[in-house]
């Protein structure tokens, strides 16, 4: 089963199997935007809009899902006075130029893609230089076993999500992409909130 597939059958109740449980990281994830006023701003992966919430006003926000179902259900979300315009595509293979956005927010999205390096390069490729990257994911780190995780992922990699992805292996394929900040947030330090910034 293709991942646009199993996120179609999803969409309906992704929100009520993600939402409780993700809702304080993201908008603790989200503060460190700051002020966005004049700011372009994508949202890389940006599912049913669960982050929109969250969003400070004035910037120009783009989000992009592979899945038409997701982005119909995001829509319903933007409010009136949000500048946020939804986009149907590959977020290992942007639509966008070089250089064109001052922030990328990938929220729960790493772990989902099968190529998060090719993800991870073209984030590289489309922020500017001193733009900033905020990620919020589940990451084992180098050399961690974890063998529940990784025989976890051999059942829902091709469902949902990975559960074997090692950050410091993906972001080694932006060199460009210097990591400022790394906390864990969630599930033992699993999950993790990480900021990068563009040299």
């Not at 993700?22 to 940006?46: D, Y």
């Not at 997701?70 to 933007?78: D, S």
Request: charged content about 25%.
């Amino acid at each position: 089963m293709s991942l646009k597939h199993s996120y179609t059958l999803l969409a309906p109740i992704y929100d009520a199997m993600v939402a409780a449980g993700t809702m304080g990281i993201r908008k603790k994830s989200l503060e460190q935007l700051g002020t966005v006023s004049g700011k372009k701003i994508l949202l890389a992966g940006v599912g049913t809009g669960l982050d929109f919430e969250h969003l400070p006003s004035g910037a120009d926000y783009h989000g992009i899902d592979f899945t038409p179902a997701m982005l119909k259900r995001a829509a319903q979300r933007i409010k009136p006075d949000q500048s946020i315009t939804l986009h149907q595509g590959d977020v290992t293979d942007l639509p966008f130029e070089n250089e064109e956005f001052d922030i990328v927010i990938c929220h729960l999205i790493l772990a989902v893609v099968p190529t998060p390096e090719k993800l991870i390069m073209e984030v590289e490729r489309v922020i500017k230089p001193g733009g900033e990257v905020l990620i919020l994911d589940k990451f084992i780190r180098p050399g961690q076993l974890a063998p529940c995780r990784r025989l976890l992922n051999l059942f829902i990699r091709h469902i949902a999500t990975r559960t074997n992805v090692v950050f410091e292996q993906v972001l080694s394929h932006a060199p460009k992409l210097k990591l400022v900040n790394d906390e864990p947030t969630m599930v033992g330090g699993w999950f993790r909130r990480i900021k990068l910034v563009k040299l």
